[in-house]
């Protein structure tokens, strides 16, 4: 990257991009931000790409910029192209011969791309959407103020994807609650706090004799008799307009309200209030006496569907979007406080599926760090031969197939955080070169001679015994002890099975956005059967257990079947216990022979588990699993 003698000013750099997206939305917010992100990073090609389709295997450009204008229609395959990497939630930087490293990349060879930058965009179930990108005809080496403006710019189109998202869901919504409203025999209105009706749906207009047309903007007083006005005016003069969740009123019988042409009839009704951006309003349903149990059915299926879009639109309560209000719970969020706002080193512990990323994520998000990179590196997933370039990155040369300068994740950190997932599987050089950047905030590059300086909060995250791999002599025990400054272990969802009951509802309505339809709860039978599993998965597997059964029922309340999750529930304490190691062997082994050993694709056993299948391969050789011979 061609950079001027004194690096740009990061303030001026912001100043730029707010200059030059704001006032934007959507497919203009797109192509604005990649002109300027090309403009201030001075490179020829800069782009923003989504997944298209069901599988993970293909993107589509929302808008390419290159030297001669905008591109129309950029869709590719990402086997064989830098991107694919990246797609997996990894940040990559290929500063020079980027098409040595990539032959097989057809358009990379065609444009001459000598430099390739780019990093993953995340939902907010930190989910990949797509890869912010950047190339140039010319070798690309990055400064701080680069990569912190780069990030910047993925965080603005992060926002943007998610406020679509979020946009598209609330249209669906709205889409399906206009149906209910259209579809029921009862008549729904709803009225602001001045009386003034805001919504009539098709059913009042049958009943009253009035148009939407008619109604809507028009005050609720001249459909109601005076006994009917009264009851009204002192409920609300009894609501507290600083609460939102005041009892409704029901009335069974004794009212009667008016239709259009002035005609008297007997009605039933409830009126619930609820809030808007802060306002009050109160909907009403008015039915046939012998319809009472029929409309109370919808009236519930209103409050469901208006509390979802209210949740859509202020954000998630939880802790840091983690779900749990247990005693155990309550003491982790507690501990997490304390130490994010320190430096010191926090180890995370806990088995498989317990959402140990989440927790990191946490620390640094509530930390001083919050506005600075963090970055991941999962241990466990990289081949031994390959950790120590990761962390430390290589000079050109130190190795066969290095054949550029690569900056390790150690540097891509500096001044934010480094979470480091599986610590308990790193090589014992691996160990070395830690063990001194925690005590120097240094280090080489592999084959390099020079001295890097950094300035890195470490996470570190392992489902494993570290204290008995010391004794055993595979852990440094200099390491352990810079490492475990501040444990915290977080508990098995078997030790805090209160906490189900709040995941199942969360893990519902996001499978039920994934299936497009709406899932309410599961049976009462199935709940037991879910508080009296053992997990050994833990939240991970409870969540492919709930997207399973939505997808497999046709009901908005699931039914947990045996063939979903085993029948083996809690037993009291005997004095005989497997070791983690051995849970985690059963199951895998249990859902392999369940997939038939099929570890690719939608059913096979990495999906079920909730791990990529690279980190399976890598867990079945750690435990010694292997398929028998027919």
């Given at each position: 990257?061609a950079?001027?003698?004194?690096?740009?000013?990061?303030?001026?750099?912001?100043?730029?991009?707010?200059?030059?997206?704001?006032g934007?939305?959507?497919?203009a917010?797109?192509?604005s931000l990649?002109?300027?992100l090309?403009?201030?990073?001075?490179?020829?090609?800069a782009?923003?790409?989504?997944?298209v389709?069901?599988?993970?295997?293909?993107v589509?450009?929302?808008?390419?910029?290159?030297?001669?204008?905008?591109?129309?229609r950029?869709?590719?395959?990402?086997?064989?192209?830098?991107?694919?990497?990246?797609?997996?939630?990894?940040?990559?930087?290929y500063?020079?011969?980027?098409v040595?490293l990539?032959p097989?990349?057809q358009?990379?060879?065609?444009?001459?791309?000598?430099?390739?930058l780019?990093m993953?965009?995340?939902?907010?179930q930190?989910?990949v959407m797509?890869?912010?990108?950047?190339?140039?005809?010319?070798?690309?080496?990055?400064?701080?103020?680069?990569?912190?403006v780069?990030?910047?710019?993925?965080?603005?189109?992060?926002?943007?994807l998610?406020?679509?998202?979020?946009e598209?869901?609330?249209?669906?919504?709205?889409a399906?609650l206009?149906?209910?409203?259209?579809?029921?025999?009862?008549?729904i209105?709803?009225?602001?706090?001045?009386?003034?009706?805001?919504?009539?749906?098709?059913?009042?207009e049958?009943?009253?004799g009035?148009?939407?047309?008619?109604?809507?903007?028009h005050?609720?007083?001249a459909?109601?008799?005076h006994?009917?006005?009264?009851?009204?005016?002192?409920?609300?003069?009894?609501?507290?307009?600083?609460?939102?969740?005041?009892?409704?009123?029901?009335?069974?019988?004794?009212l009667?309200?008016?239709?259009?042409?002035?005609?008297?009839?007997?009605?039933?009704?409830?009126?619930?209030?609820?809030?808007i951006?802060?306002?009050r309003?109160y909907a009403?349903?008015?039915r046939?006496?012998?319809?009472r149990?029929?409309?109370e059915?919808?009236?519930?299926?209103?409050?469901?569907?208006?509390?979802?879009?209210?949740e859509?639109?202020?954000?998630g309560?939880?802790?840091?979007?983690?779900?749990?209000?247990?005693?155990?719970?309550?003491k982790?969020?507690?501990?997490?406080?304390?130490?994010?706002?320190?430096?010191?080193t926090?180890?995370?512990?806990?088995?498989?599926?317990?959402?140990?990323?989440?927790?990191?994520r946490a620390?640094?998000?509530r930390?001083?760090r919050?506005?600075?990179?963090?970055?991941?590196?999962n241990?466990?997933?990289?081949?031994?031969?390959?950790?120590?370039?990761?962390l430390?990155?290589?000079?050109?040369?130190?190795?066969?197939?290095?054949?550029g300068?690569?900056?390790?994740?150690?540097?891509?950190?500096?001044?934010?955080?480094?979470?480091?997932?599986e610590?308990?599987?790193?090589?014992?050089?691996?160990?070395?070169?830690?063990?001194?950047?925690?005590q120097?905030?240094?280090?080489?590059?592999?084959?390099?001679?020079d001295?890097?300086?950094?300035?890195?909060?470490?996470?570190?995250?392992?489902?494993?015994?570290?204290?008995?791999?010391v004794?055993?002599?595979?852990?440094?025990?200099?390491?352990?002890?810079?490492?475990?400054?501040?444990?915290?272990?977080?508990?098995?969802?078997?030790?805090?099975?209160?906490?189900?009951p709040?995941?199942?509802?969360?893990f519902?309505?996001?499978?039920?956005?994934?299936?497009?339809?709406?899932?309410?709860?599961?049976?009462?039978?199935?709940?037991?059967?879910?508080?009296?599993?053992?997990?050994?998965?833990?939240?991970?597997e409870?969540?492919?257990v709930?997207e399973?059964?939505t997808?497999?029922?046709?009901?908005?309340?699931?039914?947990?079947?045996?063939?979903?999750?085993?029948?083996h529930p809690i037993?009291?304490?005997?004095?005989?216990?497997m070791?983690?190691?051995d849970?985690?062997?059963?199951?895998?082994?249990?859902?392999?022979?369940?997939?038939?050993?099929?570890?690719?694709?939608?059913?096979g056993?990495?999906?079920?588990?909730?791990?990529?299948?690279s980190?399976?391969?890598s867990?079945?050789?750690?435990?010694?699993?292997?398929?028998?011979?027919?």
């Open positions: 990257m950079r001027p003698s004194e690096v740009k000013n990061v303030d001026k750099l912001l100043n730029e991009i707010v200059g030059g997206t704001a934007v939305i959507g497919e917010f797109f192509r990649v002109q300027q090309a403009k201030t990073l001075d490179v020829g090609y782009f923003v790409a989504v997944f389709g069901e599988g993970k295997n293909r589509r450009a929302l808008s390419f910029w290159s030297p001669t204008g905008f591109l129309e950029v869709e590719y395959d990402i086997a064989g192209t830098p991107c694919e990497q990246v797609l997996q939630g990894e940040m990559r930087l500063s020079e011969k980027v040595e990539f097989q990349d358009a990379l060879v065609n444009m001459r791309v000598v430099s390739y780019a993953p965009l995340f939902d907010s930190q989910q797509g890869h912010l990108a950047v190339l140039d005809h010319k070798p690309l080496y990055t400064e701080q103020a680069d990569m912190s780069f990030q910047i710019f993925g965080s603005r189109v992060c926002a943007e998610e406020r679509q998202k979020i598209d869901a609330l249209r669906s919504s709205e399906r206009s149906t209910i409203l259209d579809s029921t025999r009862d008549a209105i709803v009225i602001d706090h001045q009386w003034v009706m805001k919504l009539f749906n098709k059913a009042a049958r009943t009253f009035y148009s939407t047309k008619q109604a809507l903007g005050s609720l007083d459909l109601l008799s006994p009917f006005r009264t009851l009204i005016e002192d409920y609300l003069d009894g609501q507290d307009g600083t609460q939102l969740d005041q009892a409704a009123l029901w009335a069974t019988d004794g009667t309200a008016l239709r259009q042409d002035g005609t008297e009839f007997p009605v039933e009704m409830t009126v619930s209030p609820f809030a951006q802060g306002e309003h009403f349903v008015l046939d006496i012998n319809e149990m029929q409309a059915e919808e009236l519930h299926a209103l409050r469901r569907q208006t509390d979802y879009l209210l859509e639109l202020k954000g309560q939880h802790f840091e979007n983690i779900i749990g209000q247990s005693a155990k719970m309550s982790m969020f507690a501990n997490i406080d304390r130490v994010a706002h320190t430096d010191t926090a180890l995370l512990i806990g088995e498989t599926g317990v959402g140990k990323e989440l927790f990191a620390i640094h998000h930390s001083a919050k506005d600075k990179v963090l970055v991941k590196v241990c466990a997933v990289l081949p031994a031969e390959l950790i120590e370039s990761e430390f990155g290589h000079q050109k040369g130190a190795f066969t197939g290095a054949i300068h690569r900056v390790g994740r150690f540097e891509l950190a500096n001044g934010g955080t480094l979470f480091l997932d610590v308990g599987e790193l090589t014992p050089q691996a160990q070395v070169k830690l063990l001194r950047v925690l120097e905030q240094e280090f080489e590059r592999v084959g390099g001679t001295t890097i300086k950094v300035d890195v909060r470490l996470i570190a995250a392992t489902n494993r015994d570290l204290g008995k791999m004794e055993e002599g595979t852990f440094r025990a200099d390491l352990f002890y810079r490492l475990n400054v501040f444990p915290l272990r977080i508990p098995p969802l078997r030790e805090r099975t209160e906490d189900i709040e995941l199942i509802r969360h519902l309505t996001m499978s039920s956005r994934k299936v497009g339809r709406t899932v309410t709860s599961v049976s009462p039978s199935s709940l037991d059967r879910l508080m009296h599993y053992h997990w050994p998965g833990n939240v991970r409870l969540q492919n709930i399973r059964a997808i497999m029922s046709d009901d908005p309340i699931v039914e947990i079947v045996d063939t979903l999750v085993s029948q037993q009291p304490s005997q004095g005989t216990f070791n983690l190691v849970v985690e062997r059963e199951h895998i082994t249990k859902v392999l022979k369940d997939t038939s050993w099929a570890i690719e694709g939608k059913t056993a990495a999906a079920i588990l909730g791990l990529a299948p980190t399976l391969r867990r079945m050789v750690k435990f010694g699993i292997t398929r028998p011979k027919s």
